[in-house]
T-cell receptor, first 112, second 112 residues
Framework: DAGVIQSPRHEVTEMGQEVTLRCKPI?????LFWYRQTMMRGLELLIY????????DSGMPEDRFSAKMPNASFSTLKIQPSEPRDSAVYFC??????????FGPGTRLLVL | KNQVEQSPQSLIILEGKNCTLQ??????????LRWYKQDTGRGPVSLTI?????NTKSNGRYTATLDADTKQSSLHITASQLSDSASYIC???????????FGAGTQVVVTP
């Protein structure tokens, strides 16, 4: 996971608050992916970008979720307002075309 | 509907023994299939990536097979080590950017 920096690593917030998760990939990868992982549902793809453009956001659960990639070295995933069912580990991953994806360490989110 | 089924759900093996994990997928279109290892509390790490034309691929003690006709893959772990204890997932990619479809994974526990 050295190629992807995610922050914060842990986040505890109260229901209704806005949460922003950050991802800083190393350069040289065209695609960036946001995933969510829970015990019940496993890993789920939320959205992915190619060359900073959103390609598929069909996995974004609700309008409360939004993601941006203003440049090749930064992306955010925002939840507003947050709900307890959003509690999960959120991963950012990078890749180029059909080569493997490199996952970040994840952000553990707990919404009370 | 795109689906990935992995078996067994969990597996306990003695250190030094071999084991084989199974992965059946029903996705369309199909680009390639990956095997990832995920240690507890960390992001998935790639073991192999196989295209439809590749039947076997090895990475150290890990050997993956792929039968694109029957849409089945397997991961064989040789001479298991304690560090092999992890969850193993086999997502196929369904587009050229690397959109992955996940199953529930197989939890492997290697005991001394």
């Amino acid at each position: 996971d050295a190629g992807v920096i995610q922050s914060p690593r842990h986040e505890v917030t109260e229901m209704g608050q806005e949460v922003t998760l950050r991802c800083k990939p190393i350069s040289g990868h065209n695609s960036l992916f946001w995933y969510r992982q829970t015990m019940m549902r496993g890993l789920e793809l939320l959205i992915y970008f190619n060359n900073n453009v959103p390609i598929d956001d069909s996995g974004m659960p609700e309008d409360r979720f939004s993601a941006k990639m203003p440049n090749a070295s930064f992306s955010t995933l925002k939840i507003q307002p947050s709900e307890p069912r959003d509690s999960a580990v959120y991963f950012c991953a990078i890749g180029t075309g059909s080569v493997t994806q490199y996952f970040g360490p994840g952000t553990r989110l707990l919404v009370l | 509907k795109n689906q990935v089924e992995q078996s067994p759900q969990s597996l306990i093996i003695l250190e030094g023994k071999n084991c084989t994990l199974q992965c059946n997928y029903t996705v369309s279109p199909f680009s390639n299939l990956r095997w990832y290892k995920q240690d507890t509390g960390r992001g998935p790490v790639s073991l192999t990536i196989m295209t439809f034309s590749e039947n076997t691929k090895s990475n150290g003690r890990y050997t993956a097979t792929l039968d694109a006709d029957t849409k089945q893959s397997s991961l064989h772990i040789t001479a298991s080590q304690l560090s092999d204890s992890a969850s193993y997932i086999c997502p196929p990619a369904t587009d050229s950017w690397g959109k992955l479809q996940f199953g529930a994974g197989t939890q492997v526990v290697v005991t001394p």
